[in-house]
């Protein structure tokens, strides 16, 4: 049975250990010391992570940034 579930991850000792929700354990009848195999994708990254760097502008940021500003602060 495949099921894909998100995890935590705690430092123990020296170690990292994942925590099992108790539905997933319930659902998949699964015991203390018992093996269970564990496929690691890695980490996410969200949209800002994969845009980040993706556009290039023709301004650096901090003028960019100070213009924005000035912008906003005309408005008010």
């Given amino acids: 049975m495949t099921q894909t579930i998100i995890c935590g991850v705690k ?11 108790k ?4 659902e998949n009848k699964i015991h203390q010391h ?14 800002l992570e ?3 760097g993706a556009i290039k502008f023709s301004k650096p940021t901090k003028i960019l ?6 912008d906003l602060e005309s408005k008010y």
């Avoid at 430092?11 to 929700?21: C, F, H, R, T």
């Avoid at 018992?34 to 949209?47: A, L, S, W």
Wanted: positive net charge; without cysteine.
């Fill in 11 to 21: 430092k123990w000792g020296n170690s990292l250990g994942i925590i099992i929700p």
């Fill in 50 to 52: 994969e845009l980040f």
């Fill in 34 to 47: 018992e093996e269970i195999v564990i496929e690691i994708k890695g980490k996410q990254k969200t949209v």
């Fill in 65 to 70: 940034l100070k213009e924005a500003r000035k």
């Fill in 23 to 26: 539905e997933i354990v319930r």
